[in-house]
């Protein structure tokens, strides 16, 4: 009698479960439609604003104009070499400014004299106007990728610092105490504790550095580049082409959300390896 009552509590259990899930799945689906018909909808009145002449499409430019720079781009055989240039440069200083943060945040958390030494200037060094430093980079460094590499990094370098650290520090004190009442050695606290807990963190972190990121090769290549998004936007509004603006920043939107659902996938990733 009870191995029959626990069988059906063990039914109900799934088909509550099979539920739910068929609950969640059809949420994400409205989510993603309902996306969908808000970026159709927008489209749709730029379009028809732009045809009725209630906004300037020379200012504005429209989806239909968009669409014929875009084929224009790569009929001239320019469209994938600009994206690949400018996303290139963003990979490389969103890993790199990635890296750096979270191993000078992991010396910072290693060593409190370090840690307390070198706020003052973490603070004052976020406060700066980064973008105002572009000049001196490129007159240190010379023009080039190299000079949008390290002003990527200076928009996004400190902020990672100061996320993955202030997310260290957040750890709860006892379970770090726990592994060194068991003789547990820093290193271990570090790999054992510290970097499984603050995967949120650095989740976090990575996400925020997409944005970043972008902005830093963005404005890297308003000063400097010969090729890249950056310089079709400058190049189309020097010479009014303001099609090739408009183009530009859209291609960089599109280009930019691809990045950060990359980072979201891999954080269903982490997370379901985790578990």
Known sequence: MSMSNESSEGITTSQEHQEFLRLVRREK?????????????????????????IIDPFITSQPSRVLKTILQLYREGVLF?????????TIIGFVLGTF???????????SEFLSKVSEPYLVVLNSLPKIALGPVFIVWIGAGPVAI??????????????EV????????????KLVHTFGGSKY?????????????????ALKINVGLSWVGVIVGE????????GYLIVYGGQVFKLDLVMTSVIILGVA????YQAIVYLEKWLVKHKA
Do not use: Y
């Open 256 to 259: 930019a959300a691809l990045m």
């Open 165 to 176: 650290l202030n997310g260290f520090l957040a750890i709860d004190q006892e379970k770090i």
């Open 188 to 204: 271990q606290v570090l790999t054992k504790v510290l970097l499984p807990a603050s995967l949120p963190t650095l989740i976090n």
């Open 222 to 229: 308003f000063l400097v580049s010969k090729s890249g998004l």
């Open 81 to 89: 070499q600009h994206i690949g240039v400018t996303c290139l440069e």
């Open 29 to 53: 689906v409205q989510v993603r439609l309902t996306q969908f018909i808000i970026l159709f909808i927008a489209l749709a009145l730029w379009e028809i604003l732009a045809n009725a002449r």
């Open 100 to 110: 750096l943060g979270t191993a000078i945040a992991i010396i910072l958390w290693w």
């Open 149 to 162: 590499i390290v002003m990527t990094l200076a928009i996004s370098l400190i902020v990672t610092i100061m």
